[in-house]
């Protein structure tokens, strides 16, 4: 056995090299630009936390969303991860990556390339102290069995089809809300934890998820084969989820595009609270405010475009330079003054630096 189950490496195993540790940056780039800019803000040892954290999430979300593989066993692999996680059991990363072998896409790029990697993110996981790792731990292991327990419903139907808003807030906690739990739980173990409102905690994961299930709902469909949009929203619209790539029924769709988008804007004031309780320390705040930024200016994207949004795969999203603009307001030393001046511009407007004066030279 590569390792000891959910603890770390077992007796003779080599610890993780420091190239190990750097990789694990690496990858989280590889998989998610945006969430590797938060990362980059903050400082260590939160940084290396965070980065292994969210990769153990990352391998539970690859292996949910592959339409290639069934459902059911998909659910399976995900229950195994969670064995492999549990202190108690004796599934280690080599049962998980010989469960998922007979299933591992040929083409599956870089997220397949960090399930192949698992015993490596285990291994820098097992080099953190016990209380870090149970931080982590509780995390992954309900977001993995939350998801395979959506799997199993909705597996005669080969993806998933929310059907009620609250179906869909409770999925969105599963895959959004436990990464934002993540942080929490990171932060009370380096003793800057803010006492959010767990509520407000929730609201600020449901900005972010809604927010990305509203632009990303064609893509949704064409690469999982999900369709997260409510069952009975759409029916009010005079449509259904077979239907949201039907040209006929864009409009229709459109609408409850908005109204997803209209939700997650509902949370935005949560989403400010809980900001609120996040330090100003070791860059947590700027890591947190980045994606709050972001997005806001997704929602105001999806204003005006929500027909894009389904009748194009990634067409609304949020320009190179304002996303390069907003990581560098982050990184200039972010307060909270400073925060609600730019969520007030990225509401408006693309936001973009101010223009330098003759007298800052």
Not at 46 to 52: D, G, Q
Not at 80 to 102: C, I, K, N, Q, S
Not at 180 to 193: E, P, W, Y
Request: net charge negative; glycine share 6%.
């Amino acid at each position: 056995m590569s390792n000891t189950p959910g603890e770390g490496p077992a007796a003779g195993a080599s610890p993780p090299t420091d190239a190990d540790r750097a990789w694990t940056f690496e990858a989280v780039e590889s998989v998610s630009r945006t969430f590797a800019l938060s990362i980059e803000l903050l400082e260590e040892p939160v940084a290396s936390w965070v980065c292994t954290g969210y990769l153990l999430c990352r391998i539970a979300d690859t292996v949910e969303d592959d339409p290639s593989i069934p459902p059911r066993e998909r659910a399976d692999l995900l229950e195994t991860y969670d064995a492999v996680l549990d202190p108690e059991d004796p599934t280690d990363a080599d049962d998980f990556l010989a469960a998922v072998a007979p299933h591992r896409p040929d083409d599956g790029g870089d997220d397949w390339a960090v399930v192949d990697r698992t015993p490596r993110v285990l291994a820098v996981f097992g080099s953190f102290d016990p209380t870090v790792r149970a931080a982590m731990r509780e995390v992954v292991r309900e977001m993995a069995t939350g998801m395979a327990e959506f799997l199993r419903e909705y597996a005669d139907r080969g993806g998933l089809r929310l059907e009620t808003v609250e179906e869909l807030e409770e999925y969105c906690w599963y895959v959004a809300g436990t990464v934002g739990k993540l942080f929490s739980n990171l932060l009370a173990v380096h003793g800057t934890d803010g006492e959010a409102d767990p509520e407000d905690a929730r609201q600020f994961a449901l900005l972010l998820q809604l927010v990305n299930i509203a632009k990303d709902v064609r893509d949704d469909y064409a690469t999982e084969n999900n369709v997260y949009l409510p069952g009975e929203w759409l029916r009010e619209e005079g449509t259904d989820h077979e239907s949201v790539a039907d040209p006929d029924s864009a409009d229709a769709v459109a609408r409850v595009v908005r109204r997803v988008t209209d939700r997650a804007a509902g949370y935005a004031p949560g989403a400010r609270r809980y900001l609120d309780t996040v330090p100003g320390d070791a860059g947590l705040l700027p890591a947190a405010a980045l994606p709050y930024l972001l997005a806001l200016a997704t929602v105001r994207e999806l204003d005006g475009r929500a027909r894009e949004a389904v009748t194009s795969r990634g067409a609304v999203k949020i320009d190179r330079a304002e996303v390069k603009a907003l990581y560098a307001a982050a990184d200039g030393g972010l307060d909270h003054e400073e925060l609600d001046r730019l969520a007030a511009a990225v509401r408006e407007e693309p936001y973009r630096p101010p223009a330098r004066s003759e007298t800052d030279d």
